[in-house]
């Protein structure tokens, strides 16, 4: 099973506004695909305080499709795989909303979020945001730029992997206490972290670079 690593950016505060999909595909131990998509929201209506984080307004998509136009592209690569996503319960709420709005049948996959990932293996932090884990890895990357938030989800799911010596997702989530999400035609199921948190690993100072 490929593992996808994806991140949202929205127009607004609806959850059917995504104004950009990112998309990282990891398969048979290499990233086979980075995209990033630009979308036009229904009515194309831009609220200026998510313009200011993402950067996005309506003129840069008023000549793109639509989530629905863009769908036979984006659905084969999340089909049957792992998905991940940092602070998944938006990312997946925006899917999911996007999706009933467009009448789209929902994709079959597992997924999981690397933010509850991340606070179960970084224990001691104050926080576990994309920034917090990128500086503790010692990567850059520019936050809230949907293919970089993406790429940044994909090197934490791989840096634990690698440290834990997992061989699949399956032992990551097992090692971690987590349990994984499902999306399916008709419904969902959310991912889940215990209530209470243990230390599991040390805080590594390994150097990763991004792929």
Not at 53 to 81: C, Q, R, Y
Not at 165 to 184: C, F, I, Q
Request: hydrophobic share 40%; glycine share 2%; with cysteine.
């Amino acid at each position: 099973m490929k593992t996808v690593a994806i991140d949202f950016e929205t127009a607004n505060a609806a959850r059917d506004s995504a104004c950009s999909i990112g998309v990282v595909v990891y398969e048979e131990k290499e990233v086979v695909l980075e995209k990033e998509w630009y979308i036009r929201p229904k009515n194309n209506w831009f609220h200026s305080i998510n313009t200011s984080i993402h950067g996005i307004n309506a003129n840069m998509v008023e000549d793109k499709p639509t989530f629905d136009e863009l769908w036979p592209e984006i659905s084969p690569l999340l089909e049957n795989s792992f998905v991940i996503a940092h602070n998944a319960s938006f990312d997946f709420s925006v899917l999911r909303k996007t999706l009933d709005t467009y009448n789209l049948e929902y994709p079959e996959l597992e997924y999981s979020c690397t933010m509850q990932m991340a606070r179960r293996f970084w224990t001691d932090l104050y926080n576990h945001r994309l920034s917090t884990i990128a500086e503790i890895l010692e990567f850059s990357f520019q936050h809230h730029n949907a293919l970089e938030d993406a790429k940044a989800a994909m090197l934490i799911f791989q840096h634990i992997s690698k440290t834990i010596s997992a061989v699949n997702h399956d032992e990551v989530l097992n090692h971690l206490s987590l349990k994984k999400g499902l999306l399916y035609a008709g419904g969902y199921k959310s991912s889940s972290a215990p209530k209470t948190t243990k230390r599991l690993k040390p805080r590594s100072q390994t150097n990763y670079r991004l792929f």
